[in-house]
């Protein structure tokens, strides 16, 4: 039976305040990418993370981003490399140091899209997660779209896993649609969970001009703190169900 990875970005409370409804989310998803106070966070939302993973059987990723908690981690910053590799470094080291079994690291925001285009950023996560597999005495996969960061994990040997995006615009390049223009966001659950099944049975994704992108991914995104993620999830899970694709975690 074909099965694919469902993760989404969970964890993220900002001031106390969580963005989205993670106990309804942890209930859906096989992956959870947990915010590790980079953009949002903090060692009572990652504690509390943990623990619902824990209960649910969900695998725990770092969801580490620039240091910008103001901007969400969703601004372009410019960190040198040693200071960028030392930051991420630091976000995975604190979800692990609350009792996290890291099974991966997936970069947020604006970090997330530095990596898959520019080398230098890459290259100084690629080196943050080798590091911290070193402290885990194990290699910790990174989940992406290829680019930039997908050649830096392979020139330090750390796997790299294609991931897709289910509640998010394409461009024909195969890049997202910026969130500040018009189709970066879907919001259609039946729309959102046929394109799950199309990804996982035909490897292709639509873009916002009507073509078709190849994209082998093994695993799908939902935002967690996009609006009514918990229907659009369990829109997604029941159609993957229905189509005879098992839900679970690659790592």
């Known amino acids: 039976m074909a099965s694919i990875d469902l993760n989404a970005d969970l964890g993220e409370t900002v001031d106390g305040v969580p963005t989205a409804d993670d106990e309804a989310m942890f209930a859906v998803v096989s992956s959870a990418s947990v915010a590790c106070g980079g953009h949002a966070g903090d060692a009572v939302s990652m504690t509390d993370a943990v623990r619902r993973a824990a209960a649910r059987g969900v695998a725990v990723g770092a969801h580490p981003s620039f240091v910008d908690r103001a901007g969400f981690g969703r601004v372009a910053l410019a960190v040198p490399p040693a200071l960028l590799r030392e930051q991420v470094r630091?976000?995975?080291?604190?979800?692990?140091?609350?009792?996290?079994?890291?099974?991966?690291?997936?970069?947020?925001?604006?970090l997330y899209?530095?990596?898959?285009?520019?080398?230098?950023?890459?290259?100084?996560?690629?080196?943050?997660?080798?590091?911290a597999s070193s402290d885990l005495g194990r290699p910790l996969p990174v989940l992406g779209m290829p680019g930039a960061i997908a050649r830096a994990t392979e020139d330090r040997?750390?796997?790299?896993?294609?991931?897709?995006?289910?509640?998010?615009?394409?461009?024909?390049?195969?890049?997202?649609?910026?969130?500040?223009?018009?189709?970066?966001?879907?919001?259609d659950d039946a729309a959102v969970a046929a394109r799950a099944v199309t990804l996982v049975r035909d490897g292709v994704v639509e873009a916002v001009d009507g073509s078709m992108i190849r994209v082998a991914a093994a695993s799908l995104c939902l935002h967690g703190d996009t609006p009514g993620s918990v229907a659009m999830a369990r829109a997604v899970r029941a159609a993957l169900d229905a189509a005879g694709i098992g839900i679970r975690a690659p790592w």
Do not use: C, N, W
């Open 90 to 110: 630091e976000q995975i080291a604190a979800l692990a140091a609350v009792g996290a079994d890291l099974r991966y690291v997936k970069p947020h925001g604006a």
């Open 157 to 187: 040997g750390i796997p790299f896993v294609v991931e897709a995006f289910l509640d998010r615009g394409y461009l024909p390049s195969g890049a997202l649609v910026p969130r500040t223009e018009p189709g970066a966001l879907l919001h």
């Open 113 to 131: 899209h530095a990596v898959s285009a520019d080398s230098e950023a890459a290259g100084a996560v690629a080196a943050a997660v080798a590091d």
